[in-house]
């Protein structure tokens, strides 16, 4: 896998899943399988707006040039889908989100081997 293609895969989720929880929370959690009050709505809406941060880097990142904000950025990528994969397989397996839910564990697992396999291999040098 390429930066270049990391990059995309994970904007286009983010702009997918960002879209769906700022506007609609709700209808993707019933899909799920669980639902949301207040709060949970709320909760949802900010993890959205965090989604669109994460659009912005990775889509205006991903002509980036080989340079020392690569890894960060996928250090960041790594960190923060590694966490989402353990949190979402722990909700799948209690049965918080219903077998769709597999679908987001299977995103999460993308891009967390995605990642940390750029951060395992040297940059070309091409």
């Given at each position: 896998m ?36 207040p ?18 880097l990775?889509w ?9 904000a ?57």
């Amino acid at each position: 896998m390429t930066f270049k293609n990391l990059m995309i895969i994970k904007a286009i989720v983010c702009l997918s899943f960002g879209i769906l929880l700022v506007f609609v929370p709700g209808v993707l959690m019933d899909f799920l399988g669980t639902s949301l009050g207040p709060g949970g709505t709320f909760l949802g809406r900010v993890y959205g707006a965090g989604l669109f941060g994460t659009l912005m880097l990775t889509w205006f990142a991903k002509n980036a040039a080989e340079s020392e904000a690569r890894r960060p950025i996928l250090l960041h990528l790594f960190v923060y889908d590694a966490i989402g994969l353990i949190v979402t397989v722990l909700a799948v397996i209690s049965g918080v989100l219903n077998a769709l839910g597999w679908g987001i564990v299977a995103v999460y697992l993308v891009i967390t081997l995605g990642s940390g396999y750029l951060l395992t291999t040297k940059p070309s040098t091409a």
